[in-house]
């Protein structure tokens, strides 16, 4: 399987991608603090990947272990995105909780297309919150 799949199947399922669809909620504004720009991460991710700006996904975004894990297909990392994003349907999604513990934080997100929640891990680096995994 291409490195760019695993990734695809993980946008998929956290109900990350672009094309038509609704423009998904600010859920961010339900927190507040370190719980709110949790939460802005992953709407930021979410946006971007509606944009398609596999750019600013993997310069803003992802942790960087996230990105070797994409390198390690032998694939640049926004080529793996663009890949992941092509294959991706359009969901809508909705931050239902977060946790921050020091530097690292979960969120749980709600899918409307799925029946179970996901969980999105990220790590604050350099003053900001990055995806570190997605899903599961």
Known sequence: MPASRPLALLLAAAGLATGCGSAGSNSSADFTGAKEDVAKAVEDLESAA????????CRDLLSS???DSLRSGGKSCTSAISDALDDADTFDMTVKSVTVTGTTATAVVDSKEKTANDTFKLEKV????KIASLGG
């Open 50 to 57: 509606r944009s398609s700006d596999e750019g600013k996904i």
């Open 65 to 67: 272990t996230l990105i």
């Open 126 to 129: 350099g003053g900001r919150w």
